[in-house]
Nanobody, 116 residues
Framework: QVQVVESGGGLVQPGGSLRLSCAAS????????MSWYRQCPGKERELVAR????????NYAGSAKGRFTISTGNAGNTVFLQMTNLKPEDTAVYYC?????????WGQGTQVIVSS
């Protein structure tokens, strides 16, 4: 049974920072990439940042460039999202997505609220 677990969400003031973590476990197949998506209130889920595990290549949504940084742990089954200069429009549920050679797994999400 594959588990994808996110953590690190919470309430933060505008201009503040948060670091999200995601750990994937139980997969028999290699992990190709890990990504962060978010779903803002009333909107569809959207990609925030993606990292190719083997090559380390990354890509970011325009709204994340320059403020968010995706990185992985040494084991290749963890991914982090360092978020800085947070804005109220970053308020969302953030989901971790894990792409293996066979299928894709999602976590349950972690809530981020940016408010004064």
């Amino acid at each position: 049974q594959v588990q994808v677990v996110e953590s690190g969400g919470g309430l933060v003031q505008p201009g503040g920072s948060l670091r999200l973590s995601c750990a994937a476990s139980g997969s028999r197949f290699s992990i190709n990439a890990m990504s962060w998506y978010r779903q803002c209130p009333g909107k569809e889920r959207e990609l925030v940042a993606r990292m190719n595990i083997a090559g380390g290549f990354t890509n970011y949504a325009g709204s994340a460039k320059g403020r968010f940084t995706i990185s992985t742990g040494n084991a290749g089954n963890t991914v982090f999202l360092q978020m800085t200069n947070l804005k109220p429009e970053d308020t969302a549920v953030y989901y971790c997505n894990t792409e293996t050679t066979r299928t894709v797994y999602w976590g349950q999400g972690t809530q981020v609220i940016v408010s004064s």
